[in-house]
C-alpha cells in the first residue's frame, strides 16, 4: 500500500478512511500500531496465537466502531479498544486480571517528571535530599536511568542485578521518592 | 529508537533509555512491551504475518458494521437495481417486439427459403401481399383486429423462449463455421413453431397462422444478417476435446425432447486458463444455460485468449 499514506498523519488518515469504500487508510493506521497491540494481547492474553486472533478481531471491531464513533486520537482510543477487548477474553474465560499499567504509572507520574525534567531549584532540592534517604540500590538505580541515562540492560549489566530487579528497583524508589517529597511537602507546608 | 528495535534486543544506550522512559509516561507502551518481554515466541514472524493479513483485510470493502442504516441502505441499493433489472428487461421486450413488428412484411418474405412454397404463397395471397418496393409500414398497423388478437395471444403463450430468443438472435451471431448449418432449425426456433403449431391448435386462424409464418420468417432473416456479421466480425471457432469429455460426463441437464441439442457459446478465456464474460448464443433453457456456464468455469483449462472472443459448441445429446 504505498500510495503516500504512510507519510500521513494518523488525523489525515482517519480523515481519508471516512471518504473511501474500502479499510485501506485504517489498514495503514492499524498496522502503525500493530506491533504496540499485538504486544498489549501479549500481556493480557499470555500466548501468542491467542494475541494474533485478538489483534484480527481488534481490527474488525475498530473498522465496526470507528465509523460510529468521533475518534479524535486513534492511539489512546485504539489501546483501550484493545484492552478492553483483552481483559472481555480473560473474563470469558475467568482467567487472572493483570494489574492496570495506567493505575500504576499514574502512582508515580508526578516524580517520573521531576525526575526527567530535574525541576527548580526547590524541588531540586528536596528531590536530592530524599535520594539520600533511599535504599543504596534504589538510589543507584534512579541516578542510573534518570541522570546517567542508561537503559535497564545497562544498569543491569554494571550492577549485575537481575534485569527485573533493576525494574523493581526503580519503581519503588520512585514511590519512596513521592513519598518523601508528599511528606517534607507538608512539612514545610 | 523504533520499539520493534527494541523488542528484537536493542536494549542498551541512550535510545533504549529514552524509549524506557516515554514506557513510564505511557501505558500503552509499557503494556505492550512488558507483553512481549512475558510470552517467549518468534514475534518478528507473527507480526508479519499480522501485518499481511491486515493488508489484506484492509483491501477489501467496509464491512457490514452491524449498523441498521447499512443494511437499510444496502437493501434499498439491492431493491433499486431490481427496479432498474426490471424496468430493463420490460424495455427490451417492448423493444424487440416494437423491432419485429415495424419491419417490412414484403421483406422477410422475399428472404423465407425456409418455408414451403405453398405456404409462403398462401401467406402472400392472404395477405395481399405488396411487392418488395412498397414502402414499409407497421405490421401491427396492417392487422386486422382479430389478426391482432390473435398474435397478442401466441405472443402471451410463447413469451419467455420468444423473448429469449429475441434477445440471443438480436445480439449475439453465429460463428462462420455455423453458418453452413444454419440451413437447420435452431431449437428456438423449433419451439416458436411449435408454440405457433399450439396456437393454431388452440385457434385455427388463418389470420394468426400468417402473422406466426411472417414473424418466423423475419426471424430467420435478421439470424442470417447476424451470421454475415459474424462472419465479418471473424470470430474463432474453438474445440476443446477435453472440455467435451468433461462436459459429457459431468452435465445432469437432461432434456425433455431426447433430441440432440448443441448450444453456441461465447467467452474470453483468461489468464488462469478459465471461460469468462460468457454469453450463451443459442438458448435452449436457463437450466442449461447455468450448466454449461457452471461446467466451463469449473471444467478444463482453455488456452489464455487475452481479449479475444471465442465460440465453441456444446452438445447435449
Partial sequence: MDNGEEQLSDAELLARHGQERTDGSLGVLYGRYLPMIYGVCLRYLRNADDAADAVMAIFEEVAARIGRYEVQEFRPWVYTVTKNYCLQQLRRRQRKIPFDMSERLGECRDVTLWLDEKGDGDRLAQLEACMEKLPEKQRACIVDFFWNGKSYADIAAETRYPLASVKSFLQNGKRNLKLCVEKNGHETD | ?317
Avoid at chain 2, 191 to 198: F, G, N, P, T
Fill in chain 2, 1 to 317: 529508537m523504533k520499539l520493534i528495535d527494541y523488542i528484537f534486543g536493542s536494549r542498551r544506550g541512550r535510545e533504549a533509555n529514552r524509549l524506557e522512559r516515554e514506557t513510564m509516561r505511557d501505558p500503552f507502551l509499557a503494556d505492550a512491551i512488558e507483553g512481549y518481554d512475558a510470552v517467549y515466541g518468534n514475534h518478528s514472524d507473527k507480526l508479519a504475518e499480522l501485518s499481511q493479513r491486515i493488508d489484506a483485510r484492509a483491501a477489501r470493502q467496509h464491512k457490514e458494521s452491524g449498523s441498521r442504516n447499512r443494511l437499510w441502505f444496502g437493501l434499498g441499493g439491492v431493491a433499486a437495481v431490481l427496479l432498474v433489472g426490471v424496468a430493463g428487461t420490460v424495455w427490451w421486450m417492448e423493444r424487440s417486439s416494437g423491432r419485429r413488428t415495424a419491419e417490412p412484411i414484403g421483406e422477410p418474405l422475399a428472404m423465407a427459403e425456409e418455408l414451403p412454397a405453398e405456404e409462403v404463397s398462401a401467406v402472400a395471397l392472404r395477405k395481399g401481399a405488396a411487392p418488395a418496393e412498397e414502402e414499409p409500414a407497421p405490421r401491427l398497423a396492417r392487422m386486422e383486429p382479430e389478426e391482432a388478437a390473435a398474435e397478442s395471444s401466441l405472443r402471451s403463450e410463447s413469451a419467455a423462449a420468444e423473448t429469449a430468443a429475441a434477445v440471443e438472435t438480436e445480439t449475439q451471431s453465429v460463428p462462420a463455421a455455423e453458418a453452413e448449418e444454419a440451413s437447420e432449425p435452431e431449437p428456438i426456433e423449433s419451439e416458436l413453431l411449435e408454440a405457433a403449431a399450439e396456437a393454431d391448435a388452440v385457434a385455427p386462424d388463418p389470420a394468426a397462422e400468417t402473422a406466426v409464418a411472417t414473424r418466423t420468417v423475419s426471424m430467420q432473416a435478421r439470424e442470417i444478417e447476424m451470421e454475415e456479421a459474424a462472419v465479418a466480425g471473424g470470430l474463432r471457432m474453438v474445440h476443446n476435446p477435453e472440455f467435451d469429455a468433461f462436459f459429457a460426463t459431468n452435465h445432469k441437464e437432461r432434456l425433455s425432447s431426447g433430441e440432440p441439442v448443441e448450444i453456441v457459446v461465447e467467452f474470453r478465456v483468461n489468464d488462469h486458463g478459465v471461460p469468462s464474460a460468457i454469453r450463451i448464443l443459442s438458448w435452449y433453457s436457463q437450466e442449461t444455460s447455468s450448466e454449461v456456464i457452471m461446467l466451463l468455469v469449473t471444467g478444463p483449462r482453455w488456452e489464455p485468449t487475452g481479449d479475444e472472443r471465442i465460440r465453441t459448441v456444446v452438445r447435449y445429446e
